[in-house]
């Protein structure tokens, strides 16, 4: 994956990870992809399997690598002034409806995932390689991930996440 040119978008965070990686990351629009990839501007762009199938990627990007090198998060948000203004029972139900939905929703998109890649395969649209050394990406991201969360002045939530992770 040495310099391999790869797109990203705008967020800096990004650019140093790929960076870190030994790729060369460069900022396009998602809309602007496909013809990037056709054009040899990128010859990598990272996506999940509904964003391939729907924008025809495999078209002009029929090689795909299973880097498992992120994790989707999708945060259910609510401000603390309004989450204690409610009473003692809803909070508890907002909370475990939370963890609910995270499990429930974890399952449904990495099946879904995996689904959609099959069937992309099965109809000969792409082809799937399993990445090996998702490990040398993550010690390469350490640093970069720490630094992250230091600029945004929470070194200690670093550290939280990191105990938990073992």
Not at 132 to 158: M, N, T
């Amino acid at each position: 994956i040495k310099d391999l040119p790869i797109r990203v978008m705008g967020a800096p965070i990004q650019t140093k990870m790929f960076k870190a990686f030994g790729m060369a990351p460069t900022v396009i629009a998602y809309a602007e992809v496909y013809n990037a990839i056709q054009t040899g501007v990128i010859d990598a762009a990272e996506n999940e399997a509904a964003g391939i199938q729907q924008m025809k990627f495999f078209e002009v990007g029929p090689n795909i690598a299973l880097t498992a090198h992120a994790i989707t998060v999708r945060p259910l948000c609510f401000s603390n002034k309004s989450f204690t203004k409610l009473p003692e029972d809803l909070q508890a139900a907002i909370l475990q409806a939370g963890k609910d939905a995270g499990a429930y929703g974890r399952i449904l998109e990495s099946s879904e995932d995996l689904s959609k890649m099959a069937q992309m395969e099965a109809e000969g649209k792409l082809k799937t390689v399993f990445f090996k050394d998702r490990d040398k990406l993550v010690e390469a991201a350490g640093p970069v991930i720490k630094a992250y969360f230091a600029d945004q002045g929470v070194p200690e939530l670093y550290e939280r996440i990191q105990a938990v992770a073992k």
